[in-house]
């Protein structure tokens, strides 16, 4: 990508719903469309993703999953792999398991601010269709770096979250519904983009997508710019740092996850359930270990040690039986006089 004087990178994140909408937007895009595409589909790491395949046939551009080091190529559409990040550097592709984003691995994210970080203002920023707000921080950081963000119209999404969520956060460029998108990001990738509007990237920003490809210079250091929360990472359990960024709240530990607000109160839930049912299966194998012991101290001719195992599994097995019905009612429901998580300080 020897000129930088137009739109060359263009980066989508989607997510519910984001296959069919992919699939209309690349059936628009022309062959000789002069900018890479960059895409992360949320898609569960159990699951080999089939997507370049589905692209390939619906529009006249061939989509791979690349590998890392892979030369990035304008009318070439890249998507990222199962469980794992794709991330962007001057004229090439990162593969990398690096830590989850927002629960997420791959994550739209690190793909928008890697992209932001190594194209400045030649990168178009899309988000289509999906749950929550994934997607917003890495737009606010293109927008930052002075490229353009572009959203689907959240009343023509499947899932309206992360579109609607990026407009209650910014001023965006562009919102138009996947029937549009195609003409318009091949008007932008045509047009100039102006060098004068890079910014100097903050070191938030160069420490999250450091920590992403394993740079060793920002291994072993705290977030930039956040402070200690009271709150634990749900993947690792250190200490998350809470930034505030233009009236987003977010989390990143110290290894490099990181969360929006909603998205860690989901990984919390996630690992409380976890921890619950660890519990359970600790209580019943402690019971069934004292059940074991109470038999075999019978088989003794020791009555008392038997009853003593006895007591100690019955409230074992009462413990694990309170501790599966609380397991088994799920997260609680929000309450109108529950706090926020800007609230709790």
């Keep these: 990508m020897a000129r930088r004087d137009k739109h060359d990178l263009i980066v989508i994140g989607a997510s519910m719903g984001g296959v069919e909408a992919l699939m209309a937007l690349v059936e628009q895009l022309p062959e000789d469309l002069p900018a890479a595409v960059c895409i992360v589909l949320h898609i569960s790491p159990g699951h ?35 469980d794992q990040h794709l991330l962007v550097e001057e004229g090439m592709l990162r593969v990398v398991k690096g830590p989850r984003e927002n629960n997420h691995r791959p994550a739209v994210d690190p793909l928008f601010r890697s992209a932001a970080l190594a194209y400045g203002p030649r990168v178009v920023g899309v988000v289509l269709t999906g749950a929550m707000d994934c997607g917003s921080a890495g737009l606010l950081a293109i927008k930052q770096q002075g490229g353009l963000a572009v959203v689907q119209e959240p009343s023509d999404a499947y899932c309206p979250d992360m579109p609607q969520n990026v407009l209650n956060q910014m001023d965006v460029d562009h919102c138009v519904p996947i029937a549009k998108m195609g003409a318009l990001l091949n008007r932008l990738s045509r047009s100039p983009a102006p060098l004068g509007r890079k910014r100097r990237a903050s070191q938030a920003i160069k420490r999250e997508v450091g920590k992403l490809r394993g740079d060793p210079a ?36 110290r290894v490099g996850h990181a969360f929006t607000g909603n998205a860690l109160v989901s990984g919390q839930e996630d690992a409380l359930d976890g921890a619950l049912w660890a519990a359970v299966r600790s209580l019943e194998e402690n019971g069934a270990l004292a059940r074991r012991m109470a038999s075999h101290a019978r088989e003794r001719n020791h009555a008392h040690s038997a009853k003593r195992y006895d007591e100690r599994a019955r409230e074992a097995e009462q413990q694990a039986l309170l501790i599966r019905q609380v397991a088994m009612k799920g997260p609680l429901p929000p309450r109108d006089d529950a706090l926020s998580v800007e609230e709790i300080q």
């Excluded at 892979?70 to 890249?78: P, Q, T, V, W």
């Design 48 to 82: 080999r993703s089939v997507l370049p395949a589905i692209l390939s046939r619906a529009g006249p551009l061939t989509a791979v999953h690349p590998e890392d080091g892979a030369r990035l190529e304008k009318g070439h559409i890249y998507v990222a792999p199962n």
């Design 218 to 253: 920002m291994a072993n250091t705290p977030p930039a710019g956040g402070r200690p929360s009271h709150f634990s990472c749900p993947d690792c359990g250190g200490v998350l740092f809470e930034q505030d960024e233009q009236g987003q709240l977010r989390f990143n530990c």
